[in-house]
């Protein structure tokens, strides 16, 4: 006999494995080759950076990766094609 497991113990589950999949997106490669994308663009006195997801990242990574950039105060628009694009300050800080 199949047995269903309680609601709550499969939202701990969920919840566990979010918090993994979170910290394997901070450390991996795409977060790393924005974060790094954002740094050049302010060293060579933009403030806006566009950074182009491949195909191959899910919507869950897209939304680990905005979720990121809004608490740390970055603002963002997200594009049909995977582009989002990241801005900071304002135009002119003379």
Known sequence: MVTLPPAEKIAD???ANRQVFIKEVL???V???MVRGI???AISGKNHYAFQ???IESSET????LDMLNLAG???DYF???RITISWGTEDKK
């Open 13 to 15: 589950v969920a919840h």
């Open 27 to 29: 450390e991996g490669p």
């Open 31 to 33: 977060f790393k080759s």
């Open 39 to 41: 740094e050049e663009a």
């Open 53 to 55: 997801l491949v195909e």
């Open 62 to 65: 897209r939304e680990v990766l």
């Open 74 to 76: 970055y603002k963002t």
């Open 80 to 82: 049909i094609g995977n």
